[in-house]
């Protein structure tokens, strides 16, 4: 038993809603601390107590179970980056590079190394240059980090970051987690949501781990990551299986 105190979980922002629902569907005391996973990894680190760490990339719950003391991570489900677009940029994900690379548009990202939503977005940028020459640093150049590090600027209690971002009109193009555009364009119907063409699509794995001398509650709550019942909420929100 855990002495009756809630099982300690710190996951990626992205997974607000889903492990929200989640937690209601599992039942038992648990207590959900979100926010950017590399952010989150560095309040670990400084012997903040979680016990299990659901991120959006392998790499953050990876550098925990070198240190010593974390299981390997397991990789949960699956999200993919696109474009959130405000209403008065017309495009299409053939036509998205042009758009990104336009001087007149303005793209934002959030933070690479403290969100693993900013790292995505590199990632993107790298494989540009594929299909346009220089197009890599023309847009790490114009990229505004807009979300992620940990002096961001914070919506409302309740808004969707992301909805928030471009009704403030803080870029015209943003790129995140596909699950991140569903839920902003239910906050705010006006945006949209654009795929990525296949030249430039990138996957995230979503790594879960938990520490080596957690309770078994703990361990249960990450074995039922992998769970039918977990996986069909996952995906109802948009995330894919593992």
């Not at 959006?56 to 003391?69: H, S």
């Not at 677009?85 to 793209?107: C, G, K, W």
């Not at 906050?187 to 879960?208: F, I, M, N, R, T």
């Amino acid at each position: 038993m855990n002495g009756g105190l809630p099982v300690q979980v710190y996951a990626a922002g992205s997974l607000r809603e889903a492990l929200t629902e989640v937690a209601r569907a599992q039942g038992g005391a648990v207590a959900l601390t979100f926010g950017a996973a590399g952010l989150l990894r560095e309040r670990i680190e400084r012997g903040e107590p979680a016990q299990v760490f659901a991120s959006a990339d392998l790499r953050q719950p990876q550098r925990l179970a070198e240190q010593g003391g974390w299981t390997a991570p397991v990789v949960f489900t699956r999200n993919s980056l696109c474009a959130l677009v405000a209403p008065s940029v017309h495009t299409s994900p053939a036509e998205l590079l042009d758009t990104l690379l336009d001087p007149a548009v303005r793209v934002g990202t959030s933070t690479p190394l403290c969100d693993p939503s900013g790292d995505y977005a590199w990632t993107l940028f790298a494989q540009a240059d594929a299909v346009h020459d220089g197009a890599r640093a023309q847009l790490e150049a114009k990229a505004l980090q807009l979300t992620g590090a940990p002096d961001s600027p914070k919506a409302p209690d309740g808004r969707s970051t992301y909805a928030w971002v471009m009704q403030q009109g803080h870029a015209d193009v943003f790129l995140t987690y596909r699950t991140n555009a569903i839920a902003a364009r239910a906050e705010c119907p006006s945006l949209q949501v654009v795929a990525l063409p296949e030249a430039l699509h990138v996957g995230a794995d979503y790594g879960v781990s938990c520490r080596e001398d957690a309770p078994p509650p703990a361990r249960a709550w990450l074995s039922a990551l992998l769970s039918g019942p977990v996986q069909r909420i996952l995906a109802s929100h948009g995330f894919e299986k593992p």
